[in-house]
């Protein structure tokens, strides 16, 4: 299953997985971020962008399509789960 990033509402949110952060892309990119424990998580965007979010609280949605969840500077500990 190939990803492209869309705008259409009904394309999104179809899928969820489990995902643990690790310094490699990701099979197939999410377009949802899910964080159970928060703190900061650093992302890859599809678009390329290494951002890091800081202060994210528990049981946030983060709406920005990525292809890579960071190990390396992510102090988020638990509960990621990726929606496409």
């Known amino acids: 299953m190939s990803f492209e990033p869309t705008t259409k509402i009904y394309q999104q949110g179809i899928r969820a997985v ?4 690790a310094d490699s892309d990701i099979t197939t990119p999410g377009a949802v971020l899910y964080c159970g424990t928060g703190g900061s998580v650093k992302v890859t965007t ?8 800081t ?11 990525i292809k890579r969840l960071w190990d390396t500077g992510t102090s988020a500990t638990s509960g990621f789960i990726l929606i496409y």
């Open 46 to 53: 599809i678009a390329g962008d290494a951002v890091t979010f």
């Open 55 to 65: 202060n994210v609280p528990n049981g946030t949605f983060l709406p920005v399509q």
């Open 18 to 21: 489990e995902h643990t952060p």
